[in-house]
């Protein structure tokens, strides 16, 4: 058994890992600080059996070989520490962390829609936007731990992507235009029933995305673009960002090396799987 943590900035997920399967779920408030942070991960822990090792997916920039979370985050006590090192002597276990983005591409990779390519895009579309990159099936990660940061690309060099093209950001301005209080699940049933200026909203945010997806694709060239995140899972989103992304690609007459645009097959679980895998990649 593996119990495996995808720590969030508000709750941290987690679940046993066996046979590749999640069982026993669970959730709770993530803690204010470091000392609080260990002791629930351990009384987590101490309620499963046969625990051969703790898996982790986290937010911010996790640098594997030192072992530690280097910012950019919000969760500020998690970073510049040995983490690694303090999780393992603390739990008395072998730990594994890595980028929660990063666990999601490795899930979709590993058993998801991903399982038969050999490069990928992974975008997760949430508060923010996020993603991880692979390259002949293996993560690539950049020089300084900033491979896949999509959210941070101005597509009209102005604006970051991450608040160009999110469904919570863009029902922030439609309840900002409209004096109507709305969240992006809100926004794509509005503009589903024919509501013009949630419409325009949600394809400000199409065009930004495949906008970023166009420059992503002429530079890494990948066989899919995998895409996460609670808006996953609205087919009119996969739809308008493929058939967006083909225009400008046509534009150029490069339309041949259209990627496969899909959503992510795990969806909120993941982070969760992704962790898993990573750890047995790493101790088995």
């Not at 400000?204 to 995140?229: H, R, S």
């Not at 534009?251 to 969760?272: F, R, S, T």
Request: charged residues 20%; glycine residues 10%.
């Amino acid at each position: 058994m593996i119990v495996v943590f995808d720590i969030g900035g508000t709750s941290i997920k987690y679940a046993g890992w066996k046979e590749n399967q999640l069982v026993s779920r669970g959730n709770f408030s993530t803690p204010d600080c470091f000392e609080k942070f260990i002791a629930k991960m351990k009384e987590i822990v101490g309620r499963y059996d046969n625990v051969e090792g703790v898996a982790i997916s986290s937010p911010g920039a996790v640098n594997v070989e030192k072992g530690c979370i280097e910012g950019v985050s919000a969760i500020s006590y998690l970073h510049n520490r040995p983490i690694l090192q303090q999780l393992e002597e603390y739990l008395q276990l072998p730990v594994s962390i890595e980028n929660d983005a990063v666990c999601a591409g490795i899930a979709e990779m590993s058993l998801g829609v991903g399982k038969n390519v050999n490069n990928s895009i992974f975008i997760v579309i949430g508060t923010g936007i996020g993603g991880s990159i692979f390259i002949n099936r293996k993560v690539y990660k950049g020089s300084h731990l900033f491979g896949g940061e999509f959210g941070l690309i101005k597509p009209y060099a102005s604006k970051k992507l991450s608040l160009l093209a999110t469904a919570v950001h863009k029902a922030e301005e439609y309840s900002e235009a409209t004096g109507t209080e709305i969240d992006g699940k809100k926004l794509f049933e509005l503009a589903n029933a024919g509501d013009a200026v949630a419409q325009d909203y949600l394809n400000q945010m199409y065009d930004g995305i495949a906008q970023a997806l166009y420059n992503i694709q002429v530079i890494l060239d990948p066989e899919i673009i995998i895409v996460g995140g609670g808006v996953s899972t609205q087919a009119i989103l996969i739809e308008n960002i493929s058939v967006r992304l083909q225009k400008l690609l046509k534009i150029e007459k490069i339309d041949d090396i259209m990627p496969q645009v899909v959503a992510c097959k795990y969806g909120n679980d993941a982070n969760l799987i992704g962790a898993a895998i990573n750890y047995e990649l790493l101790f088995t």
